[in-house]
């Protein structure tokens, strides 16, 4: 191969043989033909510096680690650290940086998709500016994503803002789930629990999707005085402390007026969420992932949490523990009431253009 019909030049085994002062620790599983484009890739930018590569390999199996032990024998800057039952880029990372003496670390993939010309600049301004850590990455100036296709684009950019994805996941945890109970389920609930006939409980539900449908734009005025995240406050407070109160009046309602009383009471809190729930969400992400960020993590929370409320509450029933679900929607709600609690007003401090 071409790295090995080369020989060290004079000048570079002399670096080589001293202290290196630049280490890269480079992750590898299965990167076997990868090995000598990296190495060649890496020697023609880091001319001049005395630097060293450390590949921790994963006890590849398409012989990664004896393709390094190879170069190995006749470069002294290759050096090949395999782990044996032990899996994972952070603490493969981590393992190659005790690994080496050098005063600066560098860490890269194997897949060739780092520029590795961006090194000796890195290098020189961990050396000049008063900083400890120097990151290079495809979403700064001056940053790209080759000719990677729009597909993986958007992938990488979702994984970009990984807090954010997690963030929509816990924001509708508990607003998805208490919004099945008291719409889809509740429907149900009327009849197998309460005890009214199905006609009466259709009509109660769908009176109170009408007015649920009315108080949105009102509670959407009102997130603009107060704030959104006051209003998912609310949300998450009201419905942690009366979801399991208003499901056992519910349960023992014994008139349509008192039963409608009931649920419009329960979706007047839940619209303190999902009047703002879409806004806020958006307001996570910049422009460019916007659309797959809110989506992508809220049809999970959604498919996770409210899509399967009412198997839940069926589930429950069957085993004659019907309360219990009232305690799941609660727990849920908590969770969500502590991303709130954590989550800044987004309409102050998003991403979102004003």
């Given at each position: 191969?071409?790295?090995e019909?080369?020989?060290?030049?004079?000048?570079?085994?002399?670096?080589?043989?001293?202290?290196?002062?630049?280490?890269?620790?480079?992750?590898?599983?299965?990167?076997?033909?990868?090995?000598e484009?990296?190495?060649?890739?890496?020697?023609?930018?880091?001319?001049?510096?005395?630097?060293?590569?450390?590949?921790?390999?994963?006890?590849?199996?398409?012989?990664?680690?004896?393709?390094?032990?190879?170069?190995?024998?006749?470069?002294?800057?290759?050096?090949?650290?395999?782990?044996?039952?032990r899996?994972?880029?952070?603490?493969?990372?981590?393992?190659?940086?005790?690994?080496?003496?050098?005063?600066?670390?560098?860490?890269?993939?194997?897949?060739?998709?780092?520029?590795?010309?961006?090194?000796?600049?890195?290098?020189?301004?961990?050396?000049?500016?008063?900083?400890?850590?120097?990151?290079?990455?495809?979403?700064?100036?001056?940053?790209?994503?080759g000719?990677?296709?729009?597909?993986?684009?958007?992938?990488?950019?979702?994984?970009?803002?990984?807090?954010?994805?997690?963030?929509?996941?816990?924001?509708?945890?508990?607003?998805t789930?208490?919004?099945?109970?008291?719409?889809?389920?509740?429907?149900?609930?009327?009849?197998?629990?309460?005890?009214?006939?199905?006609?009466?409980?259709?009509?109660?539900?769908?009176?109170?999707?009408v007015?649920?449908?009315?108080?949105?734009?009102?509670?959407?005025?009102?997130?603009?005085?107060?704030?959104?995240?006051?209003?998912?406050?609310?949300?998450?407070?009201?419905?942690?402390?009366?979801?399991?109160?208003?499901?056992?009046?519910?349960?023992?309602?014994?008139?349509?007026?008192?039963?409608?009383?009931?649920?419009?009471?329960?979706?007047?809190?839940?619209?303190?969420?999902?009047?703002?729930?879409?806004?806020?969400?958006?307001?996570?992400?910049?422009?460019?992932?916007?659309?797959?960020?809110v989506?992508?993590?809220?049809?999970?929370?959604?498919a996770?949490?409210?899509?399967?409320?009412?198997?839940?509450?069926?589930?429950?029933?069957?085993a004659?523990?019907?309360?219990?679900?009232?305690?799941?929607?609660?727990?849920?709600?908590?969770?969500?009431?502590?991303?709130?609690?954590?989550?800044?007003?987004?309409?102050?401090?998003?991403?979102?253009?004003?």
């Amino acid at each position: 191969m071409q790295y090995e019909a080369k020989s060290i030049d004079p000048a570079a085994m002399a670096l080589a043989l001293q202290a290196p002062e630049l280490t890269l620790v480079v992750p590898t599983l299965n990167e076997r033909g990868n090995i000598e484009p990296f190495l060649e890739l890496v020697g023609s930018v880091l001319e001049g510096i005395a630097w060293e590569v450390i590949f921790v390999d994963d006890d590849s199996r398409d012989g990664t680690a004896a393709a390094v032990r190879a170069v190995a024998r006749r470069d002294p800057r290759v050096r090949c650290l395999q782990r044996i039952g032990r899996r994972g880029l952070s603490t493969a990372c981590i393992e190659g940086v005790l690994a080496s003496a050098a005063p600066y670390v560098a860490v890269m993939d194997a897949d060739l998709q780092h520029d590795e010309r961006l090194l000796p600049r890195m290098l020189a301004t961990l050396k000049r500016e008063p900083c400890d850590l120097v990151v290079g990455s495809r979403y700064v100036a001056g940053g790209g994503l080759g000719q990677w296709d729009k597909g993986r684009a958007r992938i990488s950019g979702l994984l970009a803002h990984p807090r954010e994805v997690l963030t929509v996941i816990g924001l509708t945890m508990g607003g998805t789930v208490s919004f099945y109970t008291f719409t889809i389920y509740a429907q149900k609930f009327l009849v197998t629990t309460t005890g009214f006939s199905p006609a009466t409980a259709t009509a109660i539900a769908a009176l109170s999707l009408v007015v649920f449908t009315l108080l949105q734009p009102v509670m959407g005025w009102l997130s603009d005085l107060v704030g959104r995240r006051a209003m998912l406050l609310a949300f998450g407070v009201l419905g942690t402390l009366l979801t399991v109160p208003l499901m056992k009046a519910l349960g023992s309602a014994t008139t349509p007026s008192g039963a409608f009383a009931l649920i419009m009471t329960a979706l007047l809190i839940v619209s303190a969420y999902t009047a703002v729930s879409a806004v806020v969400k958006a307001e996570l992400f910049p422009t460019e992932i916007r659309a797959l960020g809110v989506a992508l993590p809220y049809a999970v929370a959604v498919a996770l949490f409210g899509g399967t409320a009412e198997y839940i509450a069926y589930w429950l029933r069957a085993a004659a523990h019907e309360e219990w679900f009232y305690w799941y929607v609660t727990a849920c709600t908590a969770v969500s009431l502590v991303v709130y609690y954590f989550t800044p007003d987004t309409r102050r401090h998003g991403k979102m253009p004003a």
